[in-house]
Antibody
């Protein structure tokens, strides 16, 4: 059974940091192109970051809205990806989904992040 | 950034009715992807590479299109098809999504 489980969400103050984790199982993680996608009522579905597999040098890509503030990383030994969120803003408030794709396309159940003072 | 414009934003269909959703891209894309999302759940891959059904998707669903114009069709609406559907392009960074079409049962 395929599972992607996001953890680490919660309430965080503007300007602070938060780290999300996505632990996966049930598919070939090492070849997957892994992404973080967030969803809010204001912006809908928004792709924010992607990390490619080892065969493509773990290359990363970011949306302009998070570039320089968020960092995506992966640990193939743990079949997990991470999102380090620094200098968070109120507009980062959203449900954050982890997504794994190759010749498959799997999504986690999401984790809520609320940025508020 | 490739902007995806979906229409309609909302619609209601009776059981057995044909449903068509369109997605226009601001620039040509190689393929379109479609996702189904039900309330309180995460998006699910529904149609990939424009016209291929994801595993477990009933064959009353179909997708077509090319370039900047794509469509998503349900040949005969069923109650379980009520959901929000999103189009999505992977052709260029940033990956982008349409704003969604909320499909309700009449």
């Amino acid at each position: 059974e395929v599972q992607l489980m996001e953890t680490g969400g919660g309430l965080v103050q503007p300007g602070k940091s938060l780290k999300l984790t996505c632990a996966t199982s049930g598919f070939t993680f090492s070849i997957a192109w892994m992404s973080w996608v967030r969803q809010s009522p204001e912006k809908g579905l928004e792709w924010i970051a992607r990390i490619k597999p080892k065969s493509i040098n773990y290359a990363t890509e970011y949306a302009e809205s998070v570039k320089g503030r968020f960092t995506i990383s992966r640990d193939d030994s743990k079949s997990s990806i991470y999102l380090q969120m620094n200098s968070v803003k109120e507009e980062d408030t959203a449900t954050y989904y982890c997504r794994g794709a190759y010749d498959f396309d799997y999504w986690g159940q999401g984790v809520m992040v609320t940025v508020s003072s | 950034e490739i902007v995806l414009t979906q229409s309609p934003t909302t619609m209601a269909a009776s059981p057995g009715e044909k449903v068509t959703i369109t997605c226009r891209a601001s620039t040509s894309v190689s393929h379109m992807y479609w996702y189904q999302q039900k309330s309180g759940a995460s998006p699910k891959a529904w149609i990939y590479e424009t016209s291929k059904l994801a595993s477990g998707v009933p064959d009353r669903f179909s997708g077509s299109g090319s370039g900047t114009s794509y469509s998503f069709t349900i040949s005969s609406m069923e109650t379980e098809d009520a959901a929000t559907y999103y189009c999505h392009q992977w052709s260029s960074i940033p990956l982008t999504f349409g704003s969604g079409t909320k499909l309700e049962i009449k």
